[in-house]
């Protein structure tokens, strides 16, 4: 449903995306990861058709969006990071500007509006306007609006974030619906809980670049059934490095003044020889946190940052 071919997308000679190929299946959920300033929603803008890229190419299905935008358009939903939404209106006309736009008419219109009204939790609530709305309503609504039309592609630029936590879970769920549907979701987030529960495959961006990529489980034997070991505190970063350097089974992953990762095979039955280690360098370790292999500490390891830096 969606092919990237190559993708290349330069602004005044500095390349935001580069070379990037992947392609995304009906009924899936495809995440795109990374840390800000990696490229993803330079890539969603070139997918949807917003930005023109530098080189390569986008399809939905077999249509080109540069070439053929119209029918590669007429076949896509979008629900960008921002919300998009007329505030002075109500609700209703909020649903039937988006689906008139898409070419819905007459008593079509009124039946998906009041049908995503009813799927998005605001029923009671289609003759209000959208600036009395809670934030999380306005993300549920926001989410309506591209699938008004009953999209083939939806694409979903981190759409949680900021809401409470009841309208997370029912986002989360109207987005499994879709792709229940068929409908091949393209989703990007900044929290790895959701592309856990959420994603069948997924690629990580860094610097315009795909560093890695696919299933769940795929990426999480990446990580070689190694623990992500956090150390808070006061570091001098490069004897911490010099210390661990040739400890076997022991990588860092990051580094810094305040705080170090290290990827560690059996962490937990070490954590006294690391924490020897690290104090031997003069550090000041107050606080240590273990997690095991998870996408988190495949993302840190191969990024060097925090997906919410």
């Known amino acids: 449903m969606i092919q990237v071919d190559e993708l290349r997308k330069e602004y005044d000679g500095v390349v935001a995306v580069d070379d990037v190929s992947f392609e995304a299946r009906p009924g899936e959920i495809f995440g795109l990861l990374g ?26 299905q077999q249509y080109d969006v540069a070439r053929e935008p119209v029918a590669a ?16 209106l109500p609700a209703e006309e909020n649903l039937r500007f988006w689906a008139e736009a898409y070419g819905l008419r007459g008593e079509r219109a009124a039946e998906r509006v009041r049908a995503v009204l009813d799927t998005v939790g605001l029923a009671d609530r289609g003759n209000d306007r959208v600036e009395t709305f809670s934030g999380g309503m306005k993300r549920r609504l926001n989410f309506g609006c591209g699938i008004v039309h009953e999209p083939e592609v939806l694409l979903l630029d981190e759409p949680t974030v900021g809401v409470d936590p009841q309208s997370r879970v029912r986002l989360l769920d109207l987005v499994r619906e879709q792709a229940g549907a068929g409908v091949c979701v393209l989703y990007t987030t900044h929290y790895m809980e959701e592309a856990e529960a959420l994603c069948d495959r997924l690629a990580i961006l860094d610097h315009g670049k795909i560093i890695a990529a696919g299933t769940l489980e795929e990426l999480r034997g990446k990580e070689g059934e190694r623990d992500l070991v956090r150390l808070s505190g006061s570091f001098d970063p490069e004897a911490v490095g ?22 560690v095979a059996a962490a937990s039955r070490r954590l006294p020889e690391i924490l020897t280690l690290v104090s031997g360098t003069g550090a000041a370790v107050r606080e240590t946190t273990v997690t095991r292999p998870s996408l988190e500490s495949l993302f840190i390891r191969l990024t060097g940052k925090e997906l919410r830096e």
């Open 242 to 263: 010099r210390a661990v350097s040739d400890v076997e089974g022991v990588e860092i992953v990051a580094a810094g003044p305040e705080q170090v990762a290290l990827a």
């Open 35 to 60: 840390p800000n300033g990696a490229g993803k929603s330079t890539t969603i803008g070139c997918i949807s058709g917003l930005l023109t890229p530098t080189a390569g190419s986008v399809r939905i």
């Open 73 to 88: 358009k007429s076949r896509m939903g979008i629900v960008p990071q921002e919300v998009a939404l007329y505030e002075d």
